[in-house]
């Protein structure tokens, strides 16, 4: 009925199938040892030679868009300023011209 198993046999295997098996897995595991490592230089490389220099430029490019935005701003303020300083001018000027206005009104009386 079942199977009687030699003594030579684990589980149903004998010792060469256990050392195949073993062999199998041995190698398996040695594969994904070496993939792992293989990936990780890989990874290394690619971030020192590729991201890296893309990394640089970005920072040179975040710090020229803080220069150009504090540029930017100043100027953005000098125009404010401008504006302010030409709208006083302007009720200068035409104060000016009321007091002309009125001092031409009354010398032809």
Request: charged fraction near 30%; glycine fraction near 6%.
């Amino acid at each position: 009925m079942f199977p009687v198993a030699s003594v030579h046999e684990f589980l149903g295997y004998s010792p060469e199938d256990w050392v195949a098996i073993f062999t199998i897995i041995v190698m398996i595991a040695g594969g994904f040892q070496w993939v792992r490592k293989s990936s990780k230089k890989t990874i290394d490389n690619i971030e020192h030679n590729i991201l890296g220099p893309i990394y640089d430029e970005l920072s040179k490019l975040n710090h020229n868009m803080q220069v150009s935005n504090e540029q930017y701003e100043r100027a953005q303020k000098r125009l404010e300023d401008g504006d302010k300083k030409f709208i006083r001018h302007d009720e200068q000027l035409k104060d000016h011209e009321r007091r002309i206005t009125t001092l031409e009104r009354g010398n032809h009386k």
